[in-house]
């Protein structure tokens, strides 16, 4: 269940990564589009939280350890917002490239949660 | 509503204390003031510096305060790693020449720790018994450690030459 997750968060915030990359490529700030995929990724990382959450009240542990994978969990449900208030203040090309980043940073975010989580090892 | 006209033709305010540049002839896009070290790109190397501070302050925290013993170097050097990029993010976002000299030497500082751990990993990989966010020159972080302080000298320099060429720190879209 939570692979499924990490993986929709993954995919989903790189392709925003990719969208706003190449609004940055064009030399545009970021428009109502891009932040309504800014919204879908955020609603998906809440999504994730709260999954997450369930599954640590159900007994079930991260194998590397309860409080980095709470930090891990608050950081990549963060992430997309903070890009957002940021690219909000730099209405330029390089506001497009906040979010860019930002997608990036939160698969590898994922990435670490996956890790973290142990599903490698059943 | 009748009595005061709201139409203002000059988008100049008029008394500027200490203006030095209230003059039409430079465009002001094409002036990168020393100030504004945290607008255009510079937005871009404060968000990334700002992730890098939360990331490797809390990572030592944590090792700190749960397994210090298991290998001390490593999570002080992760400590010291977070207080730089805290130091760099905070004279970005506040700006002004006294931070952008802050700033340079705290990237150097960046880019000399990270050149150091990087290379001592990859030599002696038992060097530290624990990662830090500069092994193997930040491998674990999409490289983003050695690339940062990198980009952020050359952004810092470019800061300092008023009116250089083609260097828009400020917005041109407003």
Known sequence: MLTAVIVTVSVTALLLSAWCGYAAYRDSPTKDWHFGGMAVVTLVALLQLVISVVQLARGERPEQGLAVFLAYLIGAACTIPAAAFMSLAERTRWGSAIVAAGGIILAVLELRLDQIWGNGHG | ?174
């Open chain 2, 1 to 174: 509503m009748a009595d005061r006209t709201p139409q203002h033709p000059a988008p100049a305010p008029p008394a500027a204390p200490e203006g030095r540049d209230d003059r039409e002839g430079v465009p002001a896009a094409a002036r990168p003031q020393a100030g504004k070290i945290g607008t255009g790109p510079g937005r871009l190397l404060l968000w990334l510096y700002g992730i890098f501070t939360v990331a490797a302050l809390s990572r030592s925290i944590v090792q700190i305060s749960t397994k210090f013993h298991h290998a001390p170097l490593a999570y002080v050097l992760s400590l010291v790693a977070g207080v730089l990029y805290a130091v760099i993010l905070t004279a970005l976002v506040k700006g002004g020449e006294s931070a952008r000299r802050l700033a340079l030497v705290c990237c150097s500082l960046e880019l000399l720790g990270v050149l150091t751990v990087g290379t001592l990993t990859v030599v002696d990989s038992s060097a530290f018994p624990d990662a830090t966010v500069w092994s193997y020159y930040g491998a674990g972080y999409i490289l983003l450690p050695v690339v940062l302080p990198v980009t952020g000298l050359i952004w810092l320099r470019r800061a300092a030459q008023p009116a250089a060429d083609g260097t828009p720190a400020e917005s041109k879209a407003a």
